[in-house]
């Protein structure tokens, strides 16, 4: 049914050649001119966003150091304060998403 010819071919052969779709282009040069005025915010929003990805990542990290080096081993201290730090990341994040 689907020939594997590679994507070059399937967006000429579907009418989607790159460059050729002017209206898209035009559309989507509209949109930013009107988030022009709004770069800051735009800048700000997206940076926010970055870093509540980044303390999303590290605390599954965080459980997962307190489950093998803390609970395993038995080290209540590595519990205790990897406890804390997974506490501050919580924060941090619920603060970020303000």
Same mark, same amino acid.
């Given at each position: 049914? %689907?020939?594997?010819?590679?994507?070059?071919e @399937?967006?000429?052969?579907?009418?989607?050649? $790159?460059?050729?779709?002017? =209206? +898209?282009?035009?559309?989507?040069?509209?949109? @930013?001119?009107y988030? =022009? $005025?709004? =770069? =800051?915010? @735009? %800048?700000?929003?997206a940076?926010?966003? +970055?870093?509540?990805?980044?303390?999303? %990542? @590290?605390? $599954?990290?965080v459980?997962?150091?307190?489950?093998?080096?803390?609970?395993? /081993?038995?080290?209540?201290?590595?519990?205790?304060?990897?406890?804390?730090?997974?506490?501050?990341?919580v924060?941090?994040? /619920?603060?970020?998403?303000?």
């Amino acid at each position: 049914m %689907f020939e594997n010819r590679g994507n070059d071919e @399937f967006l000429v052969r579907s009418g989607h050649v $790159p460059g050729k779709n002017r =209206k +898209l282009d035009s559309a989507i040069r509209r949109i @930013f001119s009107y988030l =022009k $005025p709004y =770069k =800051k915010e @735009f %800048f700000l929003v997206a940076l926010t966003l +970055l870093a509540s990805t980044a303390v999303g %990542f @590290f605390q $599954p990290l965080v459980i997962q150091i307190i489950t093998d080096d803390g609970m395993l /081993q038995q080290d209540m201290a590595v519990i205790v304060r990897l406890a804390l730090v997974l506490a501050g990341l919580v924060l941090v994040n /619920q603060a970020i998403e303000l």
